[in-house]
């Protein structure tokens, strides 16, 4: 089964700081690696997705860079605010029986402070 | 625009009743929707997937009698928790997505209390 590493499992960032969380995984054949943002009582919320073939994509306030070869990808929010103190899941798609459907990382618990 | 919508948001029930969620893709036609269950402070764990019309495939470990999942339309798939027990109380939530190699889309899930 497709493992999928986050890190850190929790944060705190000063307004206006840049937090950045990364991801790691095993394997390499998919389509996408999304980000989710979810805030408490709430489903996850597709934040940004990146296709393989792509190192970097923004957009707004959200950057995702991606690293093929090292099999990593990281979240960076620029300009953070109070607003964005949630948790984010990294995914990528299982494998197997699955389809693919999404296996995720264990979460980073971020806390921007005013 | 996808908009998936789950209901109900909230159940608390005896233990031996069984329960049903639905999951609809509101604004898109969902070739495939996805189960997942989130304990507190966990991350989401994929139950199983069902497509439009074909039987689900469940992950391991996940009992498919006790889950019961029905995809009959493209744009509903519905969870039955058959004989609900306290160790089924759990968060609930389904994803749906259009087309294979695009983004899931989440609906807002389920507390499922089982007293």
């Known amino acids: 089964q497709q493992q999928v590493k986050q890190s850190p499992q929790s944060l705190i960032v000063q307004k206006g700081g840049i937090p950045i969380i990364n991801c790691a995984y095993e394997?390499?054949?998919?389509?996408?690696f999304p980000w989710y943002q979810q805030f408490p009582g709430k489903g996850p919320a597709l934040l940004i997705a990146?296709?393989?073939?792509?190192s970097e994509k923004k957009e707004g306030r959200f950057t995702i860079s991606f690293n093929k070869s090292a099999k990593q990808f990281s979240l960076h929010i620029m300009d953070s605010q109070p607003g964005d103190s949630a948790t984010y899941f990294c995914?990528?798609?299982?494998?197997?029986?699955?389809?693919?459907?999404?296996?995720f990382g264990k979460g980073t618990h971020l806390i921007i402070q005013p | 625009g996808a908009v998936v919508s789950q209901h109900p948001s909230r159940v608390i029930c005896k233990s031996g009743t069984s329960v049903k969620i639905e999951c609809r893709s509101l604004?898109?036609?969902?070739?495939?929707m996805f189960w997942y269950r989130q304990f507190p402070k966990q991350s989401l764990m994929l139950m199983a997937t069902?497509?439009?019309?074909?039987?689900?495939?469940?992950e391991q470990g996940v009992e498919k009698d006790k889950f019961l999942i029905n995809h009959a339309s493209l744009t509903l798939s519905t969870l039955t928790v058959t004989s609900a027990h306290p160790e089924d109380s759990s968060f609930y939530i389904c994803?749906?997505?259009?087309?294979?190699?695009?983004?899931?889309?989440f609906g807002d899930g389920t507390r499922l209390s089982i007293l």
């Open positions: 069902s497509n439009e019309g074909s039987k689900a495939t469940y």
């Open positions: 990146i296709r393989p073939d792509v």
């Open positions: 394997n390499t054949a998919f389509d996408y």
């Open positions: 994803s749906a997505r259009d087309r294979p190699g695009r983004p899931q889309h």
């Open positions: 604004d898109f036609q969902a070739t495939t």
């Open positions: 995914a990528a798609p299982s494998p197997g029986g699955g389809a693919d459907g999404l296996t």
